[in-house]
């Protein structure tokens, strides 16, 4: 599901966020796992980002993600790719697309309008 949080407009902001069904992994994972923190088959995965930032209209090539560890560490993206140890995202590239993913934590997004940076911030027990 996509969205554009009301706090963000005018400003070309938006976010998105999965559900479990419609992809390809077997369970546990029930479906449509986007994790990449998870002992599904990497090749799952890739499948069900691509389903995924399809059906959002996205190219799934321009996304910058990394393996979260709970920690606080903060990634400045400024092209895609997979990282390792990052917990939060931020970027002043137009059209790069951030994310993080979660479990039972908490997604943040932050946009500076000033800056025009966005920032994906995966807000876990330890690093909030």
Same mark, same amino acid.
């Given at each position: 599901?996509?969205?554009?949080?009301?706090?963000?407009?005018?400003?070309?902001?938006?976010?998105?966020?999965?559900?479990?069904?419609?992809?390809?992994?077997?369970?546990?994972?029930?479906?449509?796992?986007?994790?990449?923190?998870?002992?599904?088959?990497?090749?799952?995965?890739?499948?069900?980002?691509?389903?995924?930032?399809?059906? =959002?209209?996205?190219?799934?090539? @321009?996304? /910058?993600?990394?393996?979260? #560890?709970?920690?606080?560490?903060?990634?400045?993206?400024? &092209?895609?790719?997979?990282?390792?140890?990052?917990?939060?995202?931020?970027?002043?590239?137009?059209?790069? =697309?951030?994310?993080?993913?979660? @479990?039972? /934590?908490?997604?943040?997004? #932050?946009?500076?309008?000033?800056?025009?940076?966005?920032? &994906?911030?995966?807000?876990?027990?330890?690093?909030?």
């Amino acid at each position: 599901m996509m969205h554009q949080p009301n706090i963000f407009t005018p400003h070309p902001v938006v976010a998105a966020e999965s559900q479990r069904s419609g992809g390809v992994s077997p369970a546990p994972y029930h479906s449509l796992n986007l994790g990449i923190n998870t002992e599904d088959a990497p090749e799952h995965i890739r499948q069900n980002r691509e389903r995924f930032f399809k059906a =959002l209209g996205w190219p799934d090539g @321009a996304f /910058c993600y990394s393996y979260q #560890v709970h920690g606080r560490e903060v990634l400045v993206a400024n &092209a895609q790719g997979g990282h390792h140890g990052y917990d939060a995202i931020i970027t002043k590239e137009p059209g790069l =697309l951030i994310g993080v993913t979660i @479990a039972d /934590c908490t997604p943040v997004l #932050v946009f500076d309008p000033k800056q025009r940076a966005v920032a &994906a911030i995966h807000a876990g027990w330890q690093g909030t």
